[in-house]
């Protein structure tokens, strides 16, 4: 069931907007971020054995078991306050935490109690649509973070449409990975809010 304009998607994804940004650590931001890096490679194999572990437990129970729904959603909050700060939204270094509240990213998806023991076994199928928007899209995304990215150099500030298009981009594409990754039954939206 897929949400409707007057519904919100049951995960939250939002960037506070910085007034102003720095113009020398755009050059070096990945290269700060590579510590969280090699944390989120480890975790990212760690979501995968979770989903696996969850399919079975979805087919045979209808639940995630919430203690592992809540190890990706923290994993994932993680990985959003990193690409926030190599995505150049965001100067503060993000903290080696996925705790809520500690960076100014939001991300928050809600625990179903029970989820279909059928939709499983299409979930990536039915998301491929969105694959094809996203991949074309991502181009579209590109060029939109390299204008930022000369914006910031020249001005200090990121360009707001811009701001928001790569904040509702990556929104989207959550939305579509917690469907495809078992933790919500709602198809997503082809929408940037």
């Given at each position: ?68 729904f809540q190890l990706v959603v923290k994993s994932w909050r993680w990985q959003a306050n990193v690409n926030a700060y190599v995505g150049l939204m ?104």
């Amino acid at each position: 069931m897929a949400a409707t304009a007057g519904q919100t998607y049951p995960l939250t994804f939002d960037v506070t907007y910085p007034e102003r940004l720095s113009r020398l650590l755009i050059f070096v931001k990945w290269l700060l971020a590579l510590p969280h890096w090699i944390i989120l490679y480890a975790l990212s194999g760690l979501v995968q054995a979770i989903t696996f572990i969850a399919w079975f437990a979805i087919l045979f129970t209808g639940r995630y078991p919430r203690e592992l729904f809540q190890l990706v959603v923290k994993s994932w909050r993680w990985q959003a306050n990193v690409n926030a700060y190599v995505g150049l939204m965001r100067d503060e270094y993000p903290p080696f935490s996925w705790e809520e509240g500690r960076y100014p990213v939001t991300f928050a998806v809600d625990y179903p109690e029970r989820l279909s023991r059928l939709l499983i076994f299409v979930k990536w199928l039915l998301a491929f649509p969105h694959y094809i928007v996203l991949a074309l899209l991502a181009f579209v995304g590109l060029v939109a973070w390299v204008m930022a990215w000369f914006a910031i150099l020249i001005t200090g500030h990121f360009p707001r449409a811009l701001f928001n298009f790569l904040v509702g981009l990556a929104r989207w594409s959550w939305r579509v990975q917690a469907y495809t990754y078992l933790l919500r039954d709602e198809y997503p939206p082809f929408s940037f809010r």
